[in-house]
């Protein structure tokens, strides 16, 4: 028999198994197991045969749980076995994954030994001591021997030791025939479980050979089979096969175990952290590539810890009411980062013993559906006691038929007899032993397996009992057929063998492949073995910065090659919206990124078959700038809050914090990025959005910040209180107490008020308390007086609300309300008033009305008999004396209090006519009247004037200003043209309209003309400077009638519009430049036309801006520690004459600038104290009025500084003494104010020490009057008169103290106009000293008269 080869190992690290040849014998190789059972007590060993040869047991050395090595188990040695027909030799086995290194060997006495063989037909192992330990361990070698045609039988008995020791057994036993494969729906079943263990159960020890992982119910798999294909020669199957290193991070493995059905079991893996930066990955696997991470629910629980003390990680797998289906081979794999180990064990699940018969139609009917048990046995049915019911049909041996039918029969077999669980007939179907046939048609079939490297030859052979069959082969399925241009499949003969040639195999010749000799048909598979692909030129490492183009290339052995590349050992993702691209051409392979991060650093690698290529990539980023930082913000409750900024670069992501915590997306939240704009977005903002925001760009500690205010305008919810048109009726002398809902984010504050009062909370009767959402109103005893409208208004940040309710008292009537005087005349008024609003319940009868004046408090009634009207004309009063009225209202119930006294009036007549009435201006569609105040103007004062006018001929007097106006000037406006017309004009006071003043001549409507008059400016006759950048805004007033026409000419062209803004007006010229350039710089003319008459002025403009560096600097000259310097003016000075030079220097070690000079106004220059030794560059700013350049023009060489004999002493100076006393350079002025108006005192004062400035009134210090205003900078002093009436009229003086001494100036301040004498009167001032203040008024006016 050949000896079998091993298949390529799995992508996942693991070994796949193979199945024996079967081309001589029928079974397929026995399996190997050691058994170790213990003797019976005080029986002595039988011996049989030659003297023993001693044994020697390897013990493995104990391992403490935890430990990085999982404790092996027993393997036992022996010597030269006495078997006759034994050849072979077995040779210690490599280690797998999941092995342990070997253990130290402890020799011990030797024990009796049994040795059997069973199974006579098939072949014997030994098992036989190696050397002494040689430095590799060798490869398991099976070879095969010649078949005894007895078994063979070898007891060894050596000489009886003092206590009885275990027996070691080494029994060979078949396994079950191989599968077809057309069984694969039942790969996974479970082997046929053992017996029950007892006392004296044999254990078994495996010794792993190279198939002794493959399951009986996998021989017949596509990737469980041995293959021996001729594309590898017999010698080398005696050469070990290179195993790809494991990375051991497992120091705990699962170890296999067996529980019976319905019993929990766990198994443990354990990883050690101590050198692992994160947690490794672990998958649980059932057979080859079921994912146990899928299956987790109520049968199987997975389950991590890690402890923090040890470092170690500890992944266990929790098996709970295993069932039948859950015995096979299991593997646990870990993962992390490039390093990756695994461990297979298998899990043996036991039955329950069944004493009962089973019938097997019965037995494989599933139980009822959706229980968790469907598709097992259906054993509960089973157990029951119930009589079978009569079956018509005849009793029929299933398992003979399906032992007998083909495997795609098994279906239809289940279908026909009524089993249901064909998966559950399959098991132990499996378990039973399958009898071959022997083939009519081939002497020799098909291997079940080959195996050929890419590009190799292989050949198929069979041998035919019959040569003379037709024979055919397939691939696939489909017929191969002979082509005579092509040399892929070529078919021999030699004598009964048939071959099948296949040449250059490529990967699309790993297929199935069959051949059919008339009926019979043997299969076989294919595996072309891949070469590896070879890395031939390394990836460079790149360093670059955010937002470049990283290209990274890699050269292999093979072109069109699957290659894989990966970042940190994780695959790069290179779909379609992935941000890396994957280029290939011929052997060349790129991976592009065309706009590099932050986070693309790290180590890229491209994986091929035969090796790994690493690089370094770095990103570092771009300095951040901010354009645009975040903005405080206050939002309403509920509005959309939108926060923005902007920075550079423009593609580097960040995350938003609320007040530390991280901002995630979601539906209300939105987060948004557009290259160099963050925008933060929340569709409706709550109470819980407030805070301090903060954007933190990735990879930067910079950081931008604002702060969020929520608000919620107040809102007052009366609709709760359920009160008819919000009117709360309470009778008198009891409690009321209202309770109002309110809302508001801040809390808002709460104002109660009943018209102008405002309710405490502190109020001892009525009184208003606020709580955090209602407010409320409490009465102990309700009165009359507390029937109206209360007001509550609710004030916070984000406004302002308001509400009223009508608090109703069955009492007397109120007050009715403050009477009206409507009227007054010299001796008498009229009045009316309202009725009170609560009547008390009862209709009002009528009123008493009393009367007093203003000075006294004693009322007098003026009427006895109730007054039924709302109105009244008290008569017989003083006039000029001020009076007040009030109103009581009278019921069925009593008379009210007293409403509020009227406002105080003064019984006045009219004024007299005013004077002096004139023209004073006409144009084409006005007049301009001038007039005189009246001459009499009495007790009520004087309110304004109304200025009224006709067409001649006609009486149709129109009034012209819709408003009274105080002036004594006033311009009628929208007059048609060359009319007459006359005018006249009224004075108005409290008593009414006073006898018009006509003018006696008619007036004709047509302008005069007046040539024009340009009023230049102070500060336009002079060049107007501005820098570049600030905005023009002059304005040129004019004189001239009819309205003049203006025209502007830059250097004598017209200006242009689009880069210089003019508005023309009635009175005045406005040249407007929003952004002021250089080329605005020049004269401007103005030229204003009034028909043949023309004004001209030139306005001088000049734009200045930024001079640029000087043209050339070199160094002239260097001596001691001086330098001499020159340069030459800059080429652009700006517009502007250059006004000095900036002069810095740097040492050459340093190059840090500082400044020698500034202000500087030569071209040239010696810079002295230079330190001996060091050596200087120099460079030089321009600069003019509006500032330094923005460049500098740097020396081309340097100065270095040598140290000479010769030293410089510098002369001594004398500072000047600059102290001097007081002394006012610009004095206090005598000034006219306004009333009514601010006024300013002005003076400047020159001292040092800087003195301490006073300012007086009538030589009484001014201290702490809110009325006045102070202020004092760089010398000028300011006293600012809010305000002023003509109280505040008199001497100031300004008075400046020092340590040197003082100096005192004064002026007069003369306050025109103020208040009229009704002003007076109603502010309550006493008549004489109302007179007083007219005649000081007069005396003012008469000087300027």
Not at 88 to 95: D, Y
Not at 522 to 541: G, M, Q, R, S, Y
Not at 915 to 927: A, C, E, K, N, S
Request: proline share 10%.
């Amino acid at each position: 028999m050949p000896e079998p080869t091993k298949k390529d190992e799995m992508s996942n690290g693991e070994k796949e198994s193979v199945a024996p040849d079967s081309s001589e014998a029928p079974m397929p190789t026995p399996e190997i197991s050691l058994e170790v059972s213990p003797p019976p007590p005080e029986q002595p060993v039988e011996t049989e045969g030659k003297d023993p040869q001693p044994i020697e047991v390897i013990k493995p050395e104990p391992v403490e749980n935890g430990s990085k090595e999982p404790e092996p188990e027993a393997v036992v040695v022996g010597a030269k076995e006495q078997v006759e027909s034994v050849n072979s030799e077995v040779k210690e086995e490599a280690p797998s994954p999941c092995s342990p290194p070997p253990p130290a060997t402890v020799k011990e006495e030797a024990e009796p030994v049994v040795t059997e063989v069973n199974q006579p037909p098939e072949p014997v192992v030994t098992v036989v001591t190696p050397p002494p330990p040689p430095p590799p361990p060798p490869e398991p070698v099976v070879t095969e021997v010649t078949q005894p045609p007895e078994p063979v039988v070898t007891v060894v008995t050596p000489p009886p030791p003092p206590p009885p020791e275990p027996v070691v057994t080494v029994q060979v036993t078949p396994p079950p025939p191989p599968a077809d494969k057309d069984d694969d729906g039942t790969t996974n079943t479970p082997s046929p479980p053992p017996p029950p263990e007892d006392a004296n159960t044999v254990k078994k020890l495996s010794i792993e050979l190279p198939n002794d992982s493959v399951h009986v119910s996998a021989m017949g798999r596509k990737d469980s089979v041995w293959s021996l294909g001729e594309g590898q020669a017999p010698e080398d199957l005696d050469k070990p096969v290179d195993t790809p290193p494991l990375s051991s991070l497992l120091i705990e493995r699962p170890q296999g175990g067996s529980i019976t059905v319905g019993g929990d079991i766990s198994f443990v893996a354990k990883v050690e952290a101590q050198d692992l930066l994160r947690k490794p990955t672990i998958k649980w696997f059932k057979g080859k590539w079921m994912d146990l991470a899928s299956k987790t629910g109520k049968h199987l629980q997975l389950k991590e810890t890690f402890d923090r003390r040890t470092k170690i990680h500890t992944f266990e797998m929790h098996i709970i009411k295993a069932k039948d289906n859950y015995a096979g081979n299991y593997r646990c794999e870990v993962t992390y980062k490039d390093k990756f180990d695994s461990c297979s064990f298998d899990l043996e699940v036991k039955e329950l013993e069944q004493s009962q018969s089973v019938d097997i139609r019965s037995a494989f009917k599933r139980s009822s559906e959706g229980h968790e048990d469907a598709g097992d046995l259906d054993f509960s049915g089973l157990l029951k006691h119930r009589e079978p019911k009569q079956d018509e049909t005849p009793e029929v041996d299933v398992w003979e038929i399906l032992k007998s039918a083909r495997p795609d029969q098994y279906e239809k077999i289940a279908f026909e007899y009524g089993i249901t669980d064909l998966r559950g007939l399959l098991k132990r179907l499996k378990k039973t032993k399958k009898e071959e046939k022997k083939s009519e048609a081939f002497a020799k079939k098909l291997d079940p397996a080959y195996q050929v490297d890419k590009g190799g030859k292989i050949r198929l052979v069979v041998d035919l009992a019959d040569p003379t069959v037709e024979l055919k082969w397939y691939k696939n399925g489909q017929e191969i057929r002979p082509t005579p241009n092509q040399r892929k499949f070529i078919f021999e003969q030699k004598g009964t063998q048939r071959i099948l040639v296949i040449n250059n195999c490529g990967l699309n010749d790993d297929a199935a492949y069959s051949v059919a000799a008339g009926e019979e048909k043997c299969t076989t598979e294919l595996f072309v073995k891949e070469l590896p692909v070879k890395i031939t030129k390394e990836i460079e490492a790149v360093k670059t910065t955010v937002n470049e183009r990283i290209e990274l290339e890699c050269e292999v052995s093979e072109e069109g090659a699957q290659v894989k590349w990966c970042k940190n050992g994780v695959e790069v993702p290179t779909g379609p919206r992935s941000r890396y691209r994957v280029k290939s051409e011929g052997l060349k392979h790129w991976l592009i990124i065309d706009d590099a991060s932050k986070e693309d650093t790290g180590t890229f690698s491209l994986m091929a078959s035969g090796g790994t290529s690493e690089a370094k990539v770095q990103v570092e980023l771009k300095p951040l700038k901010i354009i645009q930082d975040l903005q405080d913000m206050t939002v309403l409750l509920g509005q959309p809050l939108k926060m923005h900024c902007e920075i550079f670069p423009g593609n580097v992501p960040g995350r938003w914090y609320r007040n530390g915590q991280l901002i995630q997306s979601n539906d209300r939240i939105n987060i948004l990025q557009r290259a160099k704009n963050h925008r933060l977005e929340i569709v409706n903002s709550t109470i819980h959005d407030a805070g301090d925001y903060t954007f933190v760009p990735e990879g930067y500690t910079q950081s931008l910040c604002a702060k969020v205010h929520i608000v919620d305008p107040p809102r007052v919810h009366l609709e709760s209180l359920n009160f008819p048109d919000n009117t709360v009726t309470i009778v008198a002398g009891n409690k009321l107490r209202v309770e109002i809902p309110i809302s508001g984010e801040p809390a808002p504050r709460v104002v109660w008020m009943k018209g102008e009062r405002v309710i405490l909370d502190s109020g001892h009767r009525v009184r208003a308390e606020t709580f955090s959402d209602y407010t409320s109103l409490t009465i102990d005893i309700a009165e009359k007086e507390d029937t109206g409208n209360y007001k509550i208004v609710l004030q916070n940040e984000a406004g302002e609300a308001g509400a009223s309710i009508k608090v109703k008292v069955v009492d007397i009537p109120d007050p009715p309300e403050v009477p009206l005087v409507t009227e007054v005349g010299g001796d008498w008024c009229s009045m009316t008033w309202e009725p009170p609003i609560y009547d008390g319940g009862s209709p009002i009868l009528g009123y008493f009305i009393e009367r007093k004046k203003k000075q006294s408090s004693r009322w007098m009634r003026l009427n006895f008999d109730l007054n039924k009207e709302t109105t009244f004309e008290p008569k017989k009063m003083i006039e000029g004396v001020p009076y007040e009225v009030r109103v009581f209202a009278v019921n069925a119930i009593g008379v009210s209090k007293p409403s509020e006294p009227s406002k105080a009036f003064v019984p006045l007549a009219v004024t007299s006519e005013p004077t002096m009435l004139v023209v004073d201006d006409v144009t084409d569609t006005t007049v301009t009247m001038k007039w005189r105040p009246p001459e009499t103007i009495g007790a009520a004062g004087l309110d304004g004037y109304l200025v009224e006018y006709c067409i001649e001929g006609s009486d149709d007097w129109r009034v012209t200003n819709k408003e009274l106006t105080e002036k004594t000037k006033y311009t009628i406006t929208g007059l048609p043209p060359e009319a007459k017309i006359l005018v006249r004009v009224r004075a108005i006071n409290a008593a009414g309209a006073s006898t018009p003043r006509t003018l006696q001549h008619s007036i004709l409507v047509k302008e005069v003309i007046e040539p024009p008059k340009i009023r230049i400016p102070r500060h336009l006759k002079q060049t107007y400077t501005r820098k570049v950048g600030e905005a023009v805004n002059l304005v040129i007033p004019f004189m001239g009638k009819p309205r003049p026409k203006v025209s502007w000419l830059k250097e004598g062209q017209t200006v242009d519009p689009t880069q210089v803004t003019i508005r023309n007006t009635d009175c005045d010229s406005i040249i407007f430049i929003r952004k002021a350039e250089r080329k605005h710089s020049g004269k401007y003319d103005m030229k204003v036309e009034v028909e043949n008459h023309v004004d001209t002025a030139i306005i001088d403009i000049q734009i200045v801006d930024l001079p640029g560096p000087p043209q050339c600097v070199k160094i002239d000259e260097v001596w001691g520690g001086n330098v001499a310097l020159d340069w030459t003016p800059p080429k652009d000075n700006g517009n502007a004459a250059i006004t000095g030079y900036t002069i810095q220097k740097a040492d050459k070690k340093t190059m840090e600038w500082y400044t020698c000079i500034e202000h500087y106004h030569r071209t040239c220059i010696t810079i002295t104290e230079l330190v001996v030794g060091n050596e200087y560059f120099f460079r030089i700013y321009s600069e003019n009025m509006v500032g330094l350049s923005e460049g500098a023009t740097q020396t081309k060489d340097s100065a270095l500084i040598v140290k000479e004999g010769m030293q410089l002493k510098n002369p001594e100076y004398i500072d000047h003494d600059f102290k001097e006393p007081p002394k006012f350079t610009q004095p206090l002025i005598n000034t006219f104010a306004i009333a009514g108006y601010n006024a300013t005192l002005n003076c400047s004062v020159r001292a040092n020490p800087r003195p301490k400035v006073i300012w007086m009134k009538n030589k009484i210090a001014i201290i702490d009057d809110p009325r006045y205003r102070m202020f004092s900078n760089q010398g000028v002093c300011t006293l600012e008169i809010r305000k002023p009436s003509p109280y505040d009229g008199g001497m100031y003086s300004c008075k400046a103290i020092n340590d040197l001494g003082d100096a005192l100036v004064e002026c007069k301040l003369e306050v025109k106009g103020g208040f009229t004498f009704s002003e007076l009167m109603q502010r309550g001032v006493p008549l004489h000293l109302i007179d007083k203040y007219m005649s000081e008024t007069k005396v003012v006016e008469q000087p300027e008269k």
